[in-house]
């Protein structure tokens, strides 16, 4: 009913940037709260940055000042402009988006992307 892709990862020198996006589709009311999650091997997944409906952001300490989370609400999209990237940023990205659906637009559900392999190195 609903589909998330990402699309953007890659391998990336320190200190250089990439522009993570999420495109959803389908059956698709309205989208609410959008957020991006990473996990890196043996680590546990966590909350990178998210952002409300109304434009509302937060961010991990780590990645503040650094990454810019945005959304397209007319294109369904939400972005991660990832700048100053470090080593220890790489991970796989996963974007998480509620969505109300045509049918059932009193409630959100939360959607998961595929994930994006963002890799820094030199």
């Known amino acids: 009913q609903v589909q998330l892709v990402e699309s953007g990862g890659g391998l990336v020198q320190p200190g250089g940037s990439l522009r993570l996006s999420c495109a959803a589709s389908g059956s698709i009311f309205r989208l609410d709260t959008m957020e991006w999650y990473r996990q890196a091997p043996g680590q546990q997944r966590e909350l990178v940055a998210g952002i409300t409906r109304s434009g509302s952001t937060n961010y991990a300490d780590s990645v503040k000042g650094r990454f810019t989370i945005s959304r397209d609400n007319a294109k369904n999209t939400v972005y991660l402009q990832m700048n100053s990237l470090k080593p220890e940023d790489a991970a796989v990205y996963y974007c998480?988006?509620?969505?109300?659906?045509?049918?059932?637009?009193?409630?959100?559900?939360?959607?998961w992307g595929q994930g994006t392999q963002v890799t820094v190195s030199s």
């Open positions: 998480n988006v509620m969505v109300r659906t045509y049918g059932d637009s009193y409630q959100s559900r939360a959607y």
